[in-house]
């Protein structure tokens, strides 16, 4: 019997490690190509050749409330030039408003459902995350990237039919130079909405930020994460409008306000800049360039109006119970997964594939747990935790924002584990986030070799110490805090939390589910618990691997605890009332909350499968990345030339 659950075993690391080999060999099949700039702009009108054998240009027009793209004379001003950029996208800067040919989603039945057979083109604000505004050319002619519809002209203007013979088709003539060009973008802006849920007896409502107050419909907003500016638009002219904070520094707080905005490309911060780092998912607050935070009134005269308060303001701002915590779209999420994967190198391609052949076949090779079910911590694993546990100054108190020396180790633990565990651990000296020294602060490597990312991190330590919502308490703070942070510096990976257990049977009850969980499971788990005198509260962070045995409990931020002493702490565990001694420091701690965060793999194509910027070597297989912003003028071409983002 014995020998035959070895036997299991043993096959079922086979399997485990063959889906990981040939997880490698299908992202190996991604065609290698060196990191190349988009090319030099080559704008120019649009030219076709219509039925009559006459040829006109495209132009942007406003015709009863909407923007169109109509076929004119080429000598005529409103013939503007447009650019076929990297990302398919056929764009205008009309008034310093870059807008795109977008495909009526009536028809595509992308973003909406298809009700028409047939419908105009129309022009929307440039954005990376609408396939409607995806194109390709094929025979000189316009298609949907997915070549499911031509482009054609009724009553001169461009349309889409789900009948190929309607007519009239054009095709693009003496247009040869510009269909080459692989141009530079014309941004990198988003459609997003900013949401908010009500919470009544009945459940909850989401009601979504508009210019006009809050609305219970969708209302389309557009941002542009160079210069953090949030936008509506105005279909009808073709301007934008910001989301602006007035608020002085003088003033607690103070209504915002929307003021006509262009579309530009730099990074300078103003009125109009809002800073989206800080999520939890896709929840999470907004801050104005001074730091306020952007808040919703649910109740009374002002209902769901926006405002700005100061985070030293939100403890007493209680009136008509005003909440901070909005709701982003999926495509924000998957945005800020990219950017914060480019700022600690933890991108999987350098230059970026641009399309999902060969690649979306890896991701599905990915197996749900953390760990291959037999792994164990060898004696080599256990003096490389030790060293990541032993990294940190005589106090141990050093942090950035949220993020103290419990957690920064936690994550390296993490990410070493699941990076390195075929291959074996890292010397010391060396380190996923930071390089391990005994006795030296791990923030000092972590700043030098991440530096934007750390500034990034600051900003969640006004998001960990005030409430976003009226009466929120310190625990729900630090939790939604952590999991940020590990977001932050994780990206690539889920973090599903647990209940917050609160009673020492709740807490019980949440260790026993663990050891339900599939061997190889790895989690983070925050624990409040009282300071050594009982007069406050502390957070403490810890890694806990599942194996065969049990749970093993990694502790973190041990200054002065040799190795023996660290080893003898893996032990494995089935019994939660060890693992709450443990917590309690021997029971003499008094615990108030506990929340595991499970490290699970993304079932998503990631953005980096179609985005990259600039020298994004990094560190090489699986850490690439500039540790820099993104930027409209950085990014790359991807592998296959335009970048078909899906």
């Not at 800020?336 to 052949?357: F, I, Q, S, W």
Request: glycine share 6%.
């Amino acid at each position: 019997m014995v020998k035959n659950n070895k036997m299991k075993l043993k096959l079922c690391y086979f399997f485990f490690s063959l889906l990981l080999t040939l997880h490698t060999a299908f992202a190996a099949l991604t065609p290698k190509s060196e990191q190349k700039h988009p090319d030099n702009s080559k704008d120019q009108a649009i030219r076709v050749k219509v039925h009559t054998n006459a040829h006109y240009c495209y132009a942007p027009a406003f015709v009863n409330g909407e923007g169109y793209v109509y076929i004119d004379y080429c000598s005529s001003s409103s013939a503007l030039f447009a650019r076929y950029d990297v990302f398919q996208r056929v764009a205008w800067n009309v008034d310093g408003v870059w807008l795109c040919m977008t495909a009526p989603g009536s028809v595509t039945g992308i973003g909406r459902k298809s009700t028409a057979n047939w419908d105009y083109i129309v022009l929307r604000p440039c954005v990376i995350n609408d396939p409607n505004q995806r194109w390709t050319i094929k025979n000189n002619a316009f298609y949907t990237a997915d070549e499911k519809f031509r482009v054609k002209d009724y009553k001169w203007y461009a349309y889409i039919s789900k009948n190929k013979d309607d007519y009239y088709d054009h095709t693009l003539i003496t247009m040869e130079d510009w269909i080459k060009t692989v141009a530079t973008p014309v941004n990198i802006n988003l459609k997003m909405f900013l949401g908010w849920k009500f919470v009544h007896s009945s459940g909850f409502s989401t009601y979504y930020i508009s210019d006009d107050g809050s609305k219970s419909d969708v209302f389309d907003l557009y941002y542009n994460p160079e210069n953090g500016h949030i936008a509506r638009y105005f279909p009808s002219s073709g301007v934008m409008s910001c989301m602006a904070s007035q608020q002085s520094p003088n003033d607690d707080w103070n209504w915002v306000n929307w003021k006509f905005c262009k579309d530009t490309t730099t990074a300078q911060q103003d009125i109009g800049s809002w800073n989206i780092a800080v999520l939890a998912g896709r929840e999470g607050a907004l801050t104005d360039y001074q730091g306020n935070f952007l808040r919703v009134t649910q109740y009374g005269f002002s209902w769901g109006q926006p405002y700005t308060a100061k985070p030293s303001y939100l403890e007493q701002d209680t009136t008509n119970s005003p909440q901070s915590n909005f709701l982003f779209t999926y495509d924000m999420e998957r945005w800020n997964r990219y950017v914060n994967g480019n700022l600690g190198d933890t991108l999987a391609y350098c230059p970026a594939p641009g399309n999902k052949e060969n690649v979306v076949h890896a991701t599905k090779t990915r197996v749900k747990r953390s760990l291959p079910p037999s792994f164990v911590l060898t004696e080599e694993w256990k003096k490389r935790l030790w060293e990541i546990a032993k990294s940190t100054s005589s106090t141990g108190r050093e942090a950035i924002a949220a993020c103290g020396v419990c957690m920064l180790h936690t994550l390296q633990m993490l990410a070493e584990l699941q990076e390195d565990h075929l291959r074996g651990p890292r010397h010391n000296g060396e380190g996923y986030f930071f390089n391990t020294q005994e006795g030296v602060s791990p923030f000092i490597s972590f700043r030098q070799r991440f530096p934007v990312l750390a500034a990034r991190l600051e900003a969640t330590i006004s998001h960990g110490t005030t409430p976003l919502r009226v009466g929120e308490s310190t625990l729900t703070r630090t939790t939604r805090t952590t999991r940020a942070a590990a977001s932050i510096l994780l990206p690539r990976y889920e973090w599903r939390p647990s209940f917050m257990a609160r009673t020492p049977e709740e807490m019980r009850s949440q260790l026993q589910n663990l050891l339900r969980a599939p061997e190889g499971t790895l989690w983070y788990i925050v624990i409040i618990r009282s300071t050594m005198d009982g007069s406050g509260m502390i957070g403490h962070a810890q890694p806990i691997l599942r194996t065969h045995e049990g749970l093993v409990l990694i502790s973190t931020n041990i200054a002065s605890m040799s190795f023996d002493e660290f080893r003898s702490y893996l032990n494995p565990t089935r019994d939660p009332e060890i693992l709450l001694s443990e917590f309690s420091l021997r029971s003499n701690r008094r615990l108030y909350s506990l929340v595991t965060f499970q490290m699970a793999q993304l079932d998503e194509i990631p953005l980096n499968l179609y985005i990259s910027q600039d020298n994004c070597t990094g560190e090489g297989d699986h850490r690439r990345g500039t540790r820099g912003l993104p930027r409209t003028s950085l990014i790359n071409q991807c592998g296959s030339g335009r970048c078909a983002i899906q």
